[in-house]
């Protein structure tokens, strides 16, 4: 567990996404395979579970949502994510949500919808379609938390799966690339808190090839 500025990082294990707690917000759970180990980095990070009032998917990937039903039945959370991917979510589109590749079907959830300029916390939701059809971010001026839209080392999000788009990923990254922000945190990985925009605009450039 490590803490920047505010932010309550949990780099995922194994093929989960990283997580990231934020006021009562938890950003991403997992897959929920490994949700002992993120029980216990809230632990020390000094919250307890019922702390938390809700989550917020970056997208509908079952390695980021899987958690989402158990973390709802067990403490409450409302549950967020973009219309777009909460309608995958909604008619059990197991490859669309990635569930097969783990040998899952996706959850019952109960999911409000997250649009476009909504405010988390402090951090406001950008549309950053390309991964998936309603991918988001959420930034607050100066981090991003970037979900499979860029990673650090100008690394950023497959499009080859369902509702995935190329043309759309570019333009989501140029989108983030305006923002100017100085911390990273993806999806999977290491986040950054150095040289974030000259790793955004290798992104850029590398996808404006795809």
């Known amino acids: 567990m490590d803490k920047v500025d505010d932010i309550i990082i949990i780099l995922g294990r194994g093929r989960d996404s990283n997580s990231y707690?934020?006021?009562?917000?938890?950003?991403?759970?997992?897959?929920?395979?490994?949700?002992?180990?993120?029980?216990?980095?809230?632990?020390e990070a000094g919250l307890e579970m019922e702390d938390i009032k809700r989550i917020v998917n970056t997208h509908c990937h079952y390695d980021h949502m899987g958690a989402d039903k158990q973390l709802q039945d067990e403490y409450g959370y409302e549950i967020y994510m973009h219309p777009l991917d909460k309608?995958?979510?909604?008619?059990?589109?197991?490859?669309?949500?990635?569930?097969t590749s783990f040998g899952m079907t996706t959850p019952d959830l109960d999911i409000k919808?997250?649009?476009?300029?909504?405010?988390?916390e402090d951090?406001?939701?950008?549309?950053?379609p390309g991964h998936t059809r309603g991918g988001i971010c959420l930034c607050n001026?100066?981090?991003?938390?970037?979900?499979?839209?860029?990673?650090?080392?100008?690394?950023?999000?497959?499009t080859d799966l369902p509702t995935g788009d190329s043309r759309q990923m570019a333009e989501s990254i140029l989108k983030i690339a305006d923002?100017?922000?100085?911390?990273?945190?993806?999806?999977?990985?290491?986040?950054?808190?150095?040289?974030?925009?000259?790793?955004?605009?290798?992104?850029?450039?590398?996808?404006?090839?795809?």
């Open 21 to 43: 707690v934020i006021g009562e917000t938890l950003i991403d759970p997992g897959s929920g395979f490994d949700i002992d180990y993120l029980k216990a980095e809230i632990k």
């Open 123 to 128: 951090f406001e939701v950008i549309h950053t």
């Open 87 to 99: 309608k995958s979510v909604d008619e059990k589109l197991d490859d669309t949500t990635v569930a």
């Open 179 to 210: 923002l100017d922000v100085v911390q990273l945190f993806p999806g999977h990985g290491p986040y950054a808190i150095s040289q974030v925009s000259e790793q955004i605009a290798l992104s850029v450039m590398i996808a404006s090839r795809l």
């Open 141 to 158: 001026g100066k981090s991003l938390i970037s979900g499979d839209t860029v990673f650090s080392g100008g690394n950023f999000g497959r």
């Open 113 to 120: 919808q997250l649009n476009e300029g909504d405010m988390v």
